[in-house]
């Protein structure tokens, strides 16, 4: 058996495209939606990131804007600039690209921007929604991992999801997310005993680990869903995912390519929180 693609590169191009739309829609009324990145320190793959966020931006119209600082910006700077932003019209979301230099408190960071703007979804305020089961803005990996699983018709209901991480970005708001839908859930990370029986259960796993090909042929069952968030580099230069996917392709039943995976969804979530942003900025005028 090989297991079929799941293809976020696809599916967040149909996305921009109907983003796209209600970007056109909004221009009518008067409101172009704005994106602005806060970007400190000289990390290569968070320039890499905005990059792409701010291309995604330009090719459905919204207006994106980066505000970068040096390694040793006073964290000071950092929280005026940020509280600019949110009195800012021109602008709709604000993203503060992580990992921020590790001096800086990034809690207190997250928690400057604007609840309303922050379509990253990382303040206490939209997680806590999401805890709740109320509408605020979701982290864009697990939202679009969910529109992924969508998209492929997979049953979810009753369904044993395992997730391989627990961060704010990812392990925690996506076992949120499953819940919401009746999967069972159970959240793996570092001290977890005997991994590969745990993920071994799993119809949906979701690997969101850090760890290039932690997870082989022998962590999944048969027929499984296999999500493979994790980006590394490896010594030659190519990208993986945290899942061995050439071994694990034969054992599952789905699975997502890294890259050309997650990640495209997760820029066109952020796109399309943002222009909802902007969109509920017109409704509350």
């Given amino acids: 058996m090989t297991a079929r693609i799941l293809d ?7 996305l921009r495209a109907t983003v796209k739309t209600t970007v056109e829609s909004l221009a009518a009324k008067g409101v172009r939606p704005g994106l602005a990145a806060v970007l400190a320190g000289e990390h290569p ?4 990131y905005v990059r792409h966020k701010m291309r995604a931006c330009e090719e459905v119209g919204v207006h994106s804007e980066v505000h970068e600082f040096s390694e040793d910006v006073p964290e ?7 509280a600019q932003l949110n009195a800012d ?29 922050d379509v990253d979804g990382f303040h206490a305020a939209n997680l806590g929604a999401l805890v709740a089961g109320r509408p605020g803005f979701v982290p864009g990996t697990p939202a679009g991992v969910m529109l992924l699983l969508e998209h492929a018709d997979i049953a979810l209901a009753g369904r044993r999801a395992v997730i391989v991480g627990r961060s704010i970005i990812v392990g925690k708001p996506m076992a949120l997310l499953l819940l919401q839908k009746d999967a069972t859930v159970t959240v793996c ?8 029986g745990v ?21 999944v069952k048969p027929g499984a869903c296999v999500i ?14 945290d899942v061995d996917f050439a071994a694990v392709k034969e054992v599952a039943g789905w699975i997502t390519p890294v890259p050309g995976g997650v990640g495209p969804m997760t820029v066109a979530m952020l796109i399309v929180n943002t222009v909802r942003a902007a969109a509920r900025s017109v409704a509350d005028s």
């Fill in 228 to 241: 493979d968030v994790g980006v590394n580099r490896l010594a030659d230069g190519t990208l993986c995912g």
């Fill in 45 to 48: 793959a968070s320039r890499v």
């Fill in 189 to 196: 990370h570092s001290k977890t005993v005997q991994l590969e």
């Fill in 76 to 82: 000071r700077a950092l929280l005026e600039r940020i």
């Fill in 199 to 219: 993920t071994g259960q799993a119809d949906i796993l979701v690997v969101a680990a850090g760890r290039a090909k932690l997870i082989g042929a022998k962590h």
């Fill in 89 to 117: 019209p021109r602008v709709h979301g604000i993203l503060v690209q992580l990992p921020l230099p590790k001096r800086l408190d990034a809690n207190r960071v997250l928690a400057a921007v604007s609840p309303a703007k």
């Fill in 8 to 14: 976020g590169k696809s599916l967040a191009a149909s």
